[in-house]
C-alpha cells in the first residue's frame, strides 16, 4: 500500500515527489513514457515568469510569483542551471502601450519589481531590438532555467530519498476502495490512499477516471525554432511582445546554454499526440518575431519543436480534490513551469490534511553535481582526466560533452535508458551537427553501460530502435 501515487513525471509531478520525499511516505511516481520530462515539461519557452503578466485575481499569479522566488535555493540544492536574466516586454504603437500599462498595473498589484523603459534606454539593453519599439517593461526577476535538468534532478533527488519511479506504465483505470484508490497500469495494480494527477493533458481523462465531474483539457499546441549558440552579441534577455488573449506571444530568449529560441505560436488542436511542426507556422513565428527585433540569425537555425499546453476552460491553474484523497492538477499551460514549486507546496499542504508528514532523519536535501566538462577551466579539466581518462573522450564535438559526463548520466538514480535521455541530461545531440557526429558513440556507451545489443537501443519511447541489423564487419571499437 503506497502513501501517495503521483501519475506524471513532468515537472508538477517531479516537484511534489521532490517535495514529499523528505517525509516518511511510502510514495510511487507513475510515467508512461520512457523518461521524466517527456511531454510539455520538454517543450516549452523554460522562461522563469516573473509573474506581472496574470491577472492578479488568479492562482496563476499567486503561484508564479511564489514560485519564481523559491528557484534560486532550489537550483543551487540541485545543481540545475537557472540565470535570472531579466525580461523585456516591448511595445511598438498606441494599442500595445495601452496593454503595457494595464500589465504595470498587474506588476504593482503582484508585487513584481519592473522598470517602465523608454526607446534610448531599450536599445541600451538590447541594440537588436526593433526600431519601431516605443516602450518597455523591464522585469528583473525573470529568469531562464534548463527544464530537463530541473525534472532530472528533482527525480533524481526524490529517489536518492527513497521515492519509487516506474516509467512506461500507463495508467488505466483508478477504482475507490475503502483504504483509498486502486492504480491499474497496463502492467499492475496498486493501492494508494492518495492519488497527485499531474497528467499534463491527459489529466482530464485521469479525473474522468474515478471523478462523477468530468473535467476536459484542450491542447493548444506552440510551435518553435531553435537557433545554435555563435559568438557575435545577440539577445540577453528575454523579449516579449505585449500578451493577447491567446497567449503571452512569440518571444527571442537566449537559453541557458546560448542557443536562442524564437516562438511559441499558439493553436489549439484535437490530438494530445501531435507535436507536428509546419512551415506556414513556423514562417508566422518569425514574422512575429520580427516584430520584437530586426535581426533574426537565420543561418544559425538548427531545428524547430512544438510543445502542447494544458488548456482548461477557467484559463487559470486548478488545483482542486473533488473526492477526498484525489488531487488534481488541471490547466497547468504557461506559467506552470515557473509556479511549479509553489503548486508542489500547494500539493503538500492538502496531504497534509490527509496524513500525518513526519520528517525523515536522513533526508538529503542536495544531489551530488554534474561534471559539467565545458565549464571548468583546462586545470580542472586535467584533474578530472587524471582521475578518470573516460573524461578525455569528447562524444559530442558541437557541446563539448565527454564519456565521462554520458557514463555518469546513465548510473545516476533517475539515469538515462536513451539516446533521448541521454541527450536531456548532458546534452549530447543538442548542438549544430544535431546528433549526426555523436549519436552512434552515445548508442555504444549506451549498450556497453547497460549491458544491452546495440540494436536494442532505443531513441526514445517502446519500438524507437535505431538499428535494425549489422550490415558488415566487426563493431569498431573507438570507444
Ligand atoms: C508552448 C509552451 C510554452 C510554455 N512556456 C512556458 C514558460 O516559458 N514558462 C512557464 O512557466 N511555463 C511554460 N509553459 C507551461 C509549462 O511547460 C507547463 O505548465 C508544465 O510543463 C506542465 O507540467 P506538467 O508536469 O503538469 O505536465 P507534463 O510535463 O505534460 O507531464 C505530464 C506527464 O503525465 C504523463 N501521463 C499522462 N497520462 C498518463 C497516464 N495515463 N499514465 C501515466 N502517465 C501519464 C505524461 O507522460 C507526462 O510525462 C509552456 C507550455 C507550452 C506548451
Known amino acids: 500500500m503506497f502513501d501517495v501515487i503521483i501519475i506524471g513525471a513532468?515537472?508538477?509531478?517531479?516537484?511534489?515527489?521532490?517535495?514529499?520525499?523528505?517525509?516518511?511516505?511510502?510514495?510511487?511516481?507513475?510515467?508512461?513514457?520512457?523518461?521524466?520530462?517527456?511531454?510539455?515539461?520538454?517543450?516549452?519557452?523554460?522562461?522563469?515568469?516573473?509573474?506581472?503578466?496574470?491577472?492578479?485575481?488568479?492562482?496563476?499569479a499567486k503561484l508564479n510569483v511564489m514560485g519564481n522566488s523559491l528557484y534560486d535555493e532550489i537550483c543551487h540544492d540541485l545543481d540545475v542551471e537557472f540565470k535570472r536574466i531579466g525580461s523585456i516586454t516591448i511595445a511598438c504603437n498606441e494599442e500595445e502601450i495601452a496593454a503595457l500599462d494595464k500589465l504595470t498595473n498587474h506588476a504593482v498589484a503582484n508585487k513584481v519589481p519592473f522598470t517602465i523603459?523608454?526607446?534610448?534606454?531599450?536599445?541600451?539593453?538590447?541594440?537588436?531590438?526593433?526600431?519601431?519599439?516605443?516602450k518597455a517593461l523591464y522585469a528583473p526577476t525573470s529568469g531562464i532555467i534548463n527544464p530537463f535538468e530541473l525534472c532530472v534532478a528533482l527525480m533524481e533527488n526524490a529517489m536518492d530519498n527513497g521515492v519509487s519511479l516506474h516509467l512506461e506504465e500507463k495508467v488505466k483505470q483508478i477504482i475507490r476502495v475503502?483504504?483509498?484508490?486502486?492504480?491499474?497500469?497496463?502492467?499492475?495494480?496498486?493501492?494508494?490512499?492518495?492519488?497527485?494527477?499531474?497528467?499534463?493533458?491527459?489529466?482530464?481523462?485521469i479525473n474522468n477516471m474515478v471523478c462523477p465531474q468530468l473535467e476536459k483539457i484542450t491542447p493548444r499546441k506552440g510551435e518553435y525554432l531553435v537557433f545554435d549558440h555563435f559568438t557575435e552579441p545577440y539577445v540577453t534577455h528575454t523579449l516579449f511582445s505585449v500578451p493577447t488573449s491567446k497567449g503571452k506571444g512569440v518571444l527571442v530568449s537566449p537559453s541557458t546554454h546560448g542557443n536562442y529560441?524564437?516562438?511559441?505560436?499558439?493553436?489549439f488542436i484535437e490530438e494530445k499526440d501531435d507535436e507536428s511542426t509546419t512551415k506556414?507556422?513556423?514562417?508566422?513565428?518569425?514574422?512575429?518575431?520580427?516584430?520584437?527585433?530586426?535581426?533574426?540569425?537565420?543561418?544559425?537555425?538548427?531545428?524547430?519543436?512544438?510543445?502542447?499546453?494544458?488548456?482548461?476552460?477557467?484559463?487559470d491553474f486548478v488545483i482542486n480534490q473533488p473526492i477526498p484523497g484525489f488531487i488534481n492538477l488541471l490547466g497547468m499551460?504557461?506559467?506552470?513551469?515557473?509556479?511549479?514549486?509553489?503548486?508542489?507546496?500547494?500539493?503538500?499542504?492538502?496531504?497534509?490534511?490527509k496524513i500525518d508528514l513526519v520528517l525523515k532523519e536522513n533526508y538529503q536535501k542536495t544531489r551530488r553535481p554534474l561534471y559539467r566538462l565545458n565549464k571548468k577551466t583546462l586545470a580542472e579539466r586535467n584533474e578530472l582526466i587524471k582521475r578518470n581518462s573516460q573524461f578525455a573522450n569528447m562524444i559530442c564535438r558541437c557541446e563539448q560533452i565527454s564519456?565521462?559526463?554520458?557514463?555518469?548520466?546513465?548510473?545516476?538514480?533517475?539515469?538515462?535508458?536513451?539516446?533521448?535521455?541521454?541527450?536531456?541530461r548532458v546534452r549530447p545531440g543538442f548542438g549544430k551537427c544535431q546528433g549526426g557526429f555523436c549519436e552512434p558513440l552515445v548508442m555504444k556507451i549506451l549498450a556497453r553501460e547497460l549491458k544491452i545489443d546495440m540494436k536494442d537501443v532505443r531513441f526514445n519511447n517502446k519500438g524507437s530502435y535505431i538499428l535494425k541489423n549489422k550490415t558488415k564487419g566487426e563493431n569498431d571499437d573507438r570507444l
Not at 290 to 310: C, K
Not at 333 to 353: N, Y
Request: hydrophobic share 35%.
Open 10 to 60: 513532468g515537472v508538477n509531478g517531479a516537484f511534489v515527489a521532490y517535495r514529499l520525499a523528505k517525509y516518511q511516505l511510502k510514495v510511487l511516481v507513475i510515467d508512461k513514457e520512457s523518461d521524466v520530462c517527456n511531454e510539455t515539461s520538454g517543450a516549452n519557452s523554460a522562461i522563469i515568469h516573473s509573474g506581472y503578466d496574470p491577472d492578479p485575481k488568479t492562482l496563476k
Open 117 to 134: 523603459l523608454d526607446e534610448h534606454q531599450l536599445r541600451e539593453k538590447e541594440p537588436f531590438v526593433t526600431k519601431k519599439a516605443k
Open 178 to 205: 475503502s483504504e483509498g484508490f486502486q492504480v491499474v497500469t497496463e502492467q499492475e495494480s496498486y493501492l494508494t490512499k492518495i492519488v497527485v494527477n499531474a497528467a499534463g493533458v491527459f489529466a482530464d481523462e
Open 261 to 267: 529560441l524564437i516562438g511559441p505560436s499558439s493553436t
Open 280 to 315: 506556414e507556422t513556423l514562417n508566422e513565428v518569425i514574422e512575429q518575431a520580427y516584430r520584437l527585433v530586426d535581426y533574426i540569425p537565420m543561418n544559425h537555425l538548427i531545428r524547430q519543436f512544438a510543445g502542447l499546453r494544458a488548456y482548461h476552460e477557467s484559463n
Open 333 to 353: 499551460q504557461s506559467p506552470g513551469l515557473a509556479s511549479a514549486p509553489a503548486t508542489s507546496l500547494e500539493v503538500e499542504a492538502m496531504i497534509k490534511e
Open 403 to 424: 564519456e565521462g559526463e554520458i557514463v555518469d548520466a546513465i548510473h545516476r538514480n533517475c539515469g538515462a535508458r536513451t539516446i533521448k535521455g541521454v541527450k536531456k
